[in-house]
């Protein structure tokens, strides 16, 4: 028997609003979903200690990702924003931050995704 994932249905079921971020003023709108090029930035943050990664490999990384995000507008976010801040609106965007003990995006089998409710969330006290 062949299993079947189905990723027209899971987009078509998730919500693909954009991600407004504000800050001094601005708006920048993000994408609604996390490309992986990206999610696997973050799970590289998420892996590495702070004792391990270098300056300038964080900034690479930090400018990588606000590019990512924010396309055109990437140095103008950057000149705004703390990698604290970046690393908030990844996690309240996204569901994923990086030095989350939680999951890494590459081991999760939903792609570092909110899982789907199995069951209704409401429960019966005796």
């Given at each position: 028997?062949?299993?079947?994932?189905?990723?027209?249905?899971?987009?078509?079921?998730?919500?693909?609003?954009?991600v407004e971020?504000?800050?001094?003023?601005r708006?920048?709108?993000?994408?609604?979903?996390?490309?992986?090029?990206?999610?696997?930035?973050v799970?590289?943050?998420?892996?590495?200690?702070?004792?391990?990664l270098?300056?300038?490999?964080?900034?690479?990384?930090?400018r990588?990702?606000?590019?990512?995000?924010?396309?055109?507008r990437?140095?103008?976010?950057?000149?705004?924003?703390?990698?604290?801040e970046?690393?908030?609106?990844?996690t309240?965007?996204?569901?994923?931050?990086?030095?989350?003990?939680?999951?890494?995006?590459?081991?999760?089998?939903?792609?570092?995704?909110?899982?789907?409710?199995?069951?209704?969330?409401?429960?019966?006290?005796?």
């Open positions: 028997m062949t299993r079947t994932i189905n990723l027209d249905q899971l987009r078509a079921e998730a919500n693909h609003e954009p971020v504000h800050v001094s003023g708006t920048f709108t993000l994408p609604a979903i996390l490309p992986v090029s990206l999610a696997l930035q799970d590289v943050l998420a892996q590495t200690g702070e004792n391990e270098t300056a300038v490999d964080a900034a690479k990384v930090f990588s990702l606000v590019h990512g995000l924010a396309g055109d990437a140095d103008e976010l950057c000149d705004l924003i703390s990698l604290q970046l690393q908030t609106i990844i309240d965007a996204y569901g994923i931050g990086a030095g989350e003990s939680s999951a890494s995006v590459v081991s999760s089998p939903n792609g570092g995704m909110q899982p789907r409710p199995t069951s209704p969330t409401t429960t019966t006290q005796s």
